[in-house]
Structures are given as C-alpha cells and as structure tokens.
C-alpha cells in the first residue's frame, strides 16, 4: 500500500553564492529534520525543475506538490510546505518500517 503513494520532497532552489541564502536554507532543512531538500540554483537539477515549470533559471523557489513559489509567495507557502515536509518524512519512515517487519518474516 505505501509502496503505491508518490510523494515527492518539498525542494528549496537557493543561490550557494549567497552566504544569507546558505544560512537561510540550512536552517530550513534542520527546522524540518531534512525533510525539504535544497538545491542551488546553478544545479543541473534546478535547471530540469525550471525547464518543467517554464520558469528562467536563476529565481529562488520553493517547489512542491507541482508548485512554483516565488519571491514573498515563499514565506506564505513555508508552513504548507512543512506540513508536505513532514508527510514526506513520516511516509519514508512507514516505508522503512515495512520493510524491517518484512526482512525479520
């Protein structure tokens, strides 16, 4: 059953070049025990994640749920996110423990 549910990672496109950025989107990351991923903006990843949502490179987003958030629209979308976060996480944690009771059958 969990192995048929899709759920993607909330993933924050940053500037590595910016240390406020770094600092901003790590705290993020902890403050969701890792469950959003980041990913810099020169990336070739966040190069796909813009060409799938018809963006220009270089803007920094928050994607999730087939969403693209930018500029003041990303604060307001952070407490969703982090909900989809934590979902996330609580999925791949169910995931892992199915598959310790299947391994110890």
């Known amino acids: 059953m ?21 600092m901003a989107s790590m705290a993020l990351v ?17 190069m796909s994640i813009y060409e799938r949502f018809h963006q220009p490179p270089g803007k920094l987003a928050l994607v999730y749920r087939e969403r693209f958030r930018t500029g003041w629209a990303i604060p307001v979308s952070i407490p969703p996110a982090l909900a989809a976060a934590v979902c996330y996480g ?9 598959r310790d009771n299947l391994a110890r059958r």
Do not use: F, N
């Open 90 to 98: 609580l999925v791949q944690w169910m995931r892992g423990a199915s």
């Open 2 to 22: 969990l192995s048929s549910l899709r759920i993607e990672p909330p993933i924050l496109l940053y500037r590595a070049t910016c240390g406020k950025c770094r």
């Open 30 to 46: 902890v403050l969701t025990c890792g469950c959003i991923r980041r990913v810099p903006v020169d990336a070739p990843e966040a």
